[in-house]
């Protein structure tokens, strides 16, 4: 991450670059994760003050939404189709020997920093589920080892 000067300037500039949109919120927080891969936390009480509104608010909308993060992802992310026509086509049982097959006993990243894996709801893939999602390639009728092998 930049030094504290350099963070503050840039995210300065870009909630600047977004304030005057109409409901300029996930615009800009769409923004200061497409530039730190991440909502770094420093960044929330800014936003929050720049836009009138309570930490608690946007720490509200970063933790909602499934595409915003906390943290830093891994270099590669798995994405796990978790929602109902998936898990009757064996979803469950993929998110369980995906999980094992990272050695990560819950969604997350691996201690090395390599894959992240996480939860998704719904690719559109339901006639061939389980599905899955490998920095950004669909997976359909998905296995473990389909995806370990797309994580390499």
Aim: charged residues 20%; hydrophobic residues 45%; contains cysteine.
């Amino acid at each position: 991450m930049l030094d504290h000067a350099d963070f503050n300037d840039r995210l300065r500039e870009i909630i600047a670059d977004h304030i005057a949109l109409e409901g300029p919120l996930l615009p800009i927080l769409h923004a200061v994760q497409h530039e730190w891969g991440h909502i770094p936390e420093p960044a929330v009480p800014a936003i929050a003050q720049a836009l009138n509104l309570g930490r608690a608010e946007v720490h509200g909308v970063v933790s909602f939404y499934h595409d915003f993060r906390a943290t830093p992802a891994g270099q590669t992310v798995v994405k796990v189709c978790a929602a109902e026509a998936c898990q009757a086509q064996g979803g469950r049982d993929l998110v369980a020997a995906t999980l094992k097959a990272f050695g990560l006993s819950t969604y997350g990243t691996t201690p090395d920093g390599k894959v992240t894996v996480e939860p998704i709801y719904c690719l559109g893939l339901c006639a061939c589920g389980p599905a899955a999602m490998v920095d950004g390639q669909l997976l359909g009728r998905a296995t473990p080892a389909m995806l370990k092998e797309a994580a390499k």
